[in-house]
């Protein structure tokens, strides 16, 4: 039960992102959640074996996981590279610094940078051949935040429902 709200607001965001995947228009909220879902990921599953999202994202010497730029960059459509291209070092600052800034702010920014977004879901869930829509991969990222304990990871849990929220807004 105490689940149930939770459930719904991932319901909410996945008929959003239908909408969003229409027109093409996705923003920095949903990188976001699929950011968090892979960190989350990769605390939850330790053998890189098992891991679903984001095998190829290149992870740094002495670090543990792919950077947040890096990690659009792996996922964003071809599109979306060249569209982003010219204004890629602010954008890629932005996702940077967003561990450390609020979610409504890293958003604006985005916005102000021209963050132009749009998914190849094959490229987050490399393993999948159904993870072919945005809408797929926003319910396959669900269930990672579902599969694990209640208590764990909490800081990854609630990035992943804040940005659900301010997508919902």
């Known amino acids: 039960m105490k689940r149930l709200p939770l459930l719904l607001l991932f319901t909410l965001f996945q008929l959003l992102a239908g909408i969003v995947e229409a027109l093409i228009a996705a923003g920095g909220a949903e990188t976001i959640f699929f950011y ?3 960190l989350l990921k990769l605390q939850h599953v330790t053998d ?13 010497e002495g ?11 792996l996922i964003s459509s071809d599109k979306a590279l060249e569209r982003n291209g010219k204004d890629w070092p602010q954008i890629a600052k932005i996702y940077d610094s967003a561990e450390d800034t ?13 963050f132009f977004a749009e ?6 869930f490399e393993k999948d051949p159904e993870a072919h829509s945005l809408s797929v991969a926003i319910w396959k990222a669900r269930e990672i935040m579902a599969t694990t304990k209640k208590s764990k990871y909490p800081d990854y849990k609630r990035r992943m429902v804040e940005a659900l929220e301010l997508e919902s807004e």
């Not at 670090?63 to 960059?73: D, G, L, N, P, Q």
């Not at 609020?102 to 021209?114: C, G, I, Q, V, Y």
């Open 48 to 60: 890189p074996g098992r891991r679903a999202i984001a095998r190829k994202c290149p992870i740094p």
């Open 119 to 124: 998914y190849n879901q094959q490229k987050f």
């Open 102 to 114: 609020p979610l409504l702010a890293t958003s604006k920014n985005l916005r102000e940078a021209r």
């Open 63 to 73: 670090r543990t996981e792919c950077s947040f730029a890096e990690f659009v960059k």
């Open 36 to 38: 968090q879902a892979y």
